[in-house]
């Protein structure tokens, strides 16, 4: 989401950060974005077919807290909330802040998969509608299996929605990369990968093109993501940025029982 982010309005320079979580992987390692992750030791966990997002993301009223660890922000906290709304004119009915970078608002569709059909970034007061909707979770997904979207985005005022910015092109190819044992703050975790690639291009002056490992643990949801980032912008400037994250602490709101430092063991 943060190739979508910049999108949105970005022209300022963004710090890298550092993820410290061990990946018992080696089959993707030699992906760079896989080493803000930490070493990796032991070998793969077996693959398995994304289930409904309700249960490979946790999708219930809930907060979750990521730790920084690098970086101009190193040591901070970032809050994640999920929570239900009343469907909207493009049919939301989820709304997922990030921080107090963007709110993400979705919807479910046939076969238990998530679409994104707008957001909010708040730093740069920006509105973005996808056309179609884009693609969020994608359930019935295997092992190795890729999708691609393909569509438009067009940039509004927030404060005026009326006044467009610009409409680019954005293409999402996203692939279920099998599973994975990682270490985080909040536990250990069999987690699903899903890795996805985001080209956007605007106006034929600005590129970006946005790698996404995001990490799935089945009823927890996101317990680490890394993102590789760049941006460039013909005669402005170009950006080269690593990001990451992981997960501190779950609170379901619904029932409200706090989980501290949930684990999943290994089997």
């Known amino acids: 989401m943060a190739a979508i982010t910049f999108a949105a309005g970005s022209m300022a320079g963004i710090s890298s950060t550092r993820v410290s979580a061990q990946v018992a992987s080696s089959s993707v390692a030699g ?25 490979l993301a946790r999708w219930e009223t809930g907060e979750w807290r990521y730790r920084i660890t690098s970086g101009a922000r190193r040591g ?17 009915t989820w709304k997922r802040t990030i921080g107090q970078e963007s709110t993400l608002y979705l919807r479910e569709v046939t076969g238990g998969s998530l679409v994104l059909p707008s957001q909010i970034t708040h730093p740069y007061q920006g509105l973005v509608y996808f056309e179609p909707p884009l693609s969020y979770l994608i359930a019935g997904l ?15 005022s927030v404060n005026n929605p009326a006044v467009k910015w610009y409409t680019g092109r954005i293409r999402a190819t996203t692939v279920n990369a099998g599973a994975y044992r990682i270490t985080t703050p909040a536990g250990v975790f069999r987690a699903t990968l899903i890795k996805t690639e985001y080209q956007i291009d605007i106006l034929a002056v ?11 643990a089945e009823g927890v949801g996101k317990v680490a993501e890394a993102e590789h980032r760049k941006v460039a912008a013909i005669g402005l400037f170009s950006t080269d940025t690593k990001i990451g994250n992981v997960l501190v602490s779950y609170t379901s709101m619904s029932p409200p029982t706090r989980i501290e430092s949930p684990r999943v063991e290994s089997p």
């Open 31 to 55: 992906d760079g974005l896989l080493q803000i992750l930490g070493d990796g030791v032991g070998g793969p966990e077996s693959a398995r077919t994304l289930r409904d997002f309700s249960r």
């Open 142 to 156: 295997g092992p190795g299996e890729s999708r691609v979207f393909d569509g438009r985005m067009d940039v509004y």
């Open 76 to 92: 901070q906290t970032e809050v994640e909330n999920l929570a239900p709304i009343g469907a909207t004119a493009r049919g939301e």
């Open 206 to 216: 600005v590129t970006v093109r946005d790698t996404l490992y995001t990490f799935y």
